[in-house]
């Protein structure tokens, strides 16, 4: 069984900075792309950034500049590094990743549970 376990959520002040984590456990043979969404309340989960097995990544433009996504293959982890967070960056963050488990024939798509964050003066 795989899973994703994200950590680093919080609550910030506007123009702070935070680093969520998310790493990947269980019976893993590969992992293609991973990814960060979030959903605020009201509103249908979305894209905020994505990194591909080689690298490659992209970005909502609405956290394009402030926002860093990275990950180390070593520890199966992806991170988010999080500057001059907004007031609209409010909202519960995602880990996903297309993993092909050692017991599956094909790629499949998982999610952490999420992560709360939190920006306000």
């Known amino acids: 069984q795989v899973q994703l376990v994200e950590s680093g959520g919080g609550l910030v002040q506007p123009g702070g900075s935070l680093r969520l984590s998310c790493a990947a456990s269980?019976?893993?043979?590969?992992?293609?792309?991973m990814a960060w969404y979030r959903q605020a309340p009201g509103t249908e989960r979305e894209l905020v950034a994505r990194?591909?097995?080689?690298?490659?990544?992209n970005y909502a433009d609405s956290v394009k500049g402030r926002f860093t996504i990275s990950r180390d293959n070593a520890k199966n982890t992806v991170y988010l590094q999080m500057n001059s967070l907004k007031p609209d960056d409010t909202a519960v963050y995602y880990c996903?990743?297309?993993?092909?488990?050692?017991?599956?024939?094909?790629?499949?798509?998982?999610w952490g549970q999420g992560t709360q964050v939190t920006v306000s003066s």
């Open positions: 990194i591909t097995s080689g690298g490659v990544t």
């Open positions: 996903n990743a297309l993993i092909k488990s050692s017991n599956g024939p094909r790629f499949a798509d998982y």
């Open positions: 269980g019976s893993i043979f590969s992992i293609a792309a």
